[in-house]
């Protein structure tokens, strides 16, 4: 089962960095991340969202190789895969991967301006080497569907870090 988590950032960059230091920790199989998304507020309130799988290009990319292998059934591979990359990035730009957008867009619309927040879909991890390596950042629990107790290791791990006297502060 995978679990939820929300995390609002004083500033624009630092979700990233967290999301970054989330990748590593998942190349050394510290925890299974299906998604993460950063979500951005700018200077005039609109909410951005920076998906780390990209549903346009991997869905093109498909696209052109079925219609590139249908086309050769047809004897015109090239026009096949010309229409298999269309509708393909069409079929990726409305594809909604991992978590849903309109929900993270509601709760960065909760945002203060030039803030970010960085949301994370994961199944299982190991919490006792990455809380402390997230804690670093600090940051506010906007949202969480994790267990009430590894939830207040969360918080503990966030009030730790750099980020506590700006605590509350993006939201």
């Known amino acids: 089962m995978a679990t939820l988590v929300a995390i609002a950032y004083p500033d624009k960059d630092k979700a990233k960095e967290v999301r970054n230091v989330l990748t ?4 050394q199989y510290l925890v299974d991340l299906v998604d993460a998304v950063v979500v951005t507020r700018d200077d005039k309130g ?9 549903l346009t290009g991997m869905s093109a990319a498909n696209g052109a190789l079925w219609g590139m292998l249908i086309g050769l059934l ?6 096949g895969a010309a229409v298999g990359a269309a509708s393909g990035a069409i079929a990726g730009k409305f594809s909604d991967y991992g978590i ?3 929900f993270m867009r509601s709760l960065g619309e909760k945002l203060k301006p ?4 960085l949301f994370v879909l994961a199944r299982g991890g190991v919490p006792e080497r990455v809380l402390p390596e997230v804690g670093k950042y600090g940051g506010t629990v906007l949202h969480t569907s994790l267990p009430p107790e590894t939830e207040e290791q969360l918080r503990a791990a966030l009030s730790s870090g750099p980020e506590q006297e700006a605590k509350g502060t993006a939201v």
């Open 24 to 27: 590593h920790l998942q190349k």
């Open 46 to 54: 609109k909410v951005h969202l920076d998906q780390a799988v990209p």
């Open 100 to 102: 849903e957008d309109n």
């Open 74 to 79: 047809f004897f015109n591979p090239l026009l």
């Open 114 to 117: 030039n803030t970010s927040a």
